[in-house]
T-cell receptor, first 114, second 108 residues
């Protein structure tokens, strides 16, 4: 079974631009979560989607948004990029996102904001 | 607020020198405690899920245990390929809350 895939793997943008990251979950998984990882803050939860509905959102500004499609694929968007948005963005999928359900991570997208 | 604390931050071991990593948590109604391994520049790789106090799981040289307030990841006779950052996380409200991780370096 193929794992979680994320595209692109690397991205370089300048301040003020916007960016869209894509995630394809493991086949059959319907829950997709997004995390931001930085050296200073570690892994922080951004949001979680199930059946195209956002069920939880982390403490990030409104510039960070996401969506999920009917095939469970998900995208996240960051508008008006800031230098501090440079990070590894990780997508994780699970069968249902139910309590105790294991989340499997993709390789991440490395975003650099100049 | 739910909190996950890992110690130590870093661990340097000689090949074959067994040790343990600690993950303490404060969460009401634990739904699952997860251990992941992460290599530099890569996504976390799932290792174990523990659900209730007293539970233990093993995989190769790794063994995870769970009590009511903490979890331990025991590394027995480590090899250089066990060098990585080990992350623990607790699940709450459809999200994982992660600790800062323990970076393990195993020297040959």
């Amino acid at each position: 079974k193929a794992g979680v895939t994320q595209t692109p793997r690397y991205l370089i943008k300048t301040r003020g631009q916007q960016v869209t990251l894509s995630c394809s979950p493991i086949s059959g998984h319907r829950s997709v979560s997004w995390y931001q990882q930085t050296p200073g803050q570690g892994l922080q939860f951004l949001f979680e989607y199930f059946s195209e509905t956002q069920r939880n959102k982390g403490n990030f500004p409104g510039r960070f948004s996401g969506r999920q499609f009917s095939n469970s694929r998900s995208e996240m968007n960051v508008s008006t990029l800031e230098l501090g948005d440079s990070a590894l963005y990780l997508c994780a999928s699970s069968a249902s996102g139910a309590p105790g359900d294991t989340q499997y991570f993709g390789p991440g997208t490395r975003l650099t904001v100049l | 607020e739910d909190q996950v604390t890992q110690s130590p931050e870093a661990l340097r071991l000689q090949e074959g020198e067994s040790s343990s990593l600690n993950c303490s948590y404060t969460v009401s109604g634990l739904r699952g405690l997860f251990w992941y391994r992460q290599d530099p520049g890569k996504g976390p790789e799932f290792l174990f899920t523990l659900y209730s106090a007293g539970e233990e799981k093993e995989k190769e040289r790794l063994k995870a245990t769970l009590t009511k307030k903490e979890s331990f990841l025991h590394i027995t006779a480590p090899k250089p390929e066990d060098s990585a950052t080990y992350l623990c996380a607790v699940q709450f409200d459809y999200k994982l809350s992660f600790g800062a991780g323990t970076t393990v370096t195993v020297r040959a």
